[in-house]
């Protein structure tokens, strides 16, 4: 089992349309979860992070995270054709322990 | 403030050549980062610093691939000698501290081996 697991994609969906993204993780001690988007030829940069239980949200993106079930998702709202990307989840087990996941390849068709 | 930097931001070789790339991380970033991203995955981390010491190198190829961090701030990563499978984009990212804290990437090196 993958330590950090993700569709691979593509996920396509209309413009407009809620994009839902998920995760999920096997180490039970990760304390720390982060998503990042990564355009085609470009590196990482981060969009959301979360620590505990719960919805977070910050514009058109809400990170939900349940530990119980050990899955974390992102949802983008209003999907726009710019959203157009592979969204990386990363899980932090402690100090010195971060792993990405492999990506999951979003389109917004337009 | 001034983001990671990476040079060079391509480099061609020929397999069995070496090759060195060099990061400098955000300015009182503690932690830096050494990624290889092969296309259509997400990136492997190859050898993690806090400061100038090492606190994992478990997926770093060490009969061809060493990595050092000077007095705690510049980093280079060098491959030799290079194999085909070594063409990826060699990204670097750096965070304040460990691992609960978000990390910011460079534009990363692009390696081709020929």
């Known amino acids: 089992q993958k330590e950090v697991e993700q569709n691979s994609g593509p996920l396509s969906v209309p413009e407009g349309a809620i994009a839902s993204l998920n995760c999920t993780y096997s180490d039970r001690g990760s304390q720390s979860f982060f998503w990042y988007r990564q355009y085609s030829g470009k590196s990482p940069e981060l969009i959301m992070f979360i620590y505990s239980n719960g919805d977070k949200e910050d514009g058109r993106f809400t990170a939900q995270l349940n530990k119980a079930s050990q899955y974390v998702s992102l949802l983008i709202r209003d999907s726009q054709p710019s959203d157009s990307a592979t969204y990386l989840c990363a899980v932090s087990s402690g100090t010195y322990k971060y792993i990405f996941g492999t990506g999951t390849r979003l389109k917004v068709l337009a | 403030e001034a983001g990671v930097a990476q040079s060079p931001r391509y480099k061609i070789i020929e397999k069995r050549q070496s090759v060195a790339f060099w990061c400098n991380p955000i300015?009182?970033?503690?932690?830096l980062y050494w990624y290889q991203q092969i296309l259509g995955q997400g990136p492997k981390l190859l050898i993690q610093f806090q400061n100038n010491g090492v606190v994992d190198d478990s997926q770093l190829p060490k009969d061809r691939f060493s990595a050092e961090r000077l007095k705690g701030v510049d980093s280079t990563l060098k491959i030799q000698p290079a194999k085909l499978e070594d063409s990826a984009v060699y990204l670097c990212?750096?965070?304040?501290?460990?691992?609960?804290?978000?990390?910011?990437f460079g534009p990363g090196t692009r390696l081709t081996v020929t």
């Open positions: 300015s009182g970033h503690a932690t």
């Open positions: 990212a750096s965070s304040l501290a460990g691992g609960t804290y978000e990390q910011y």
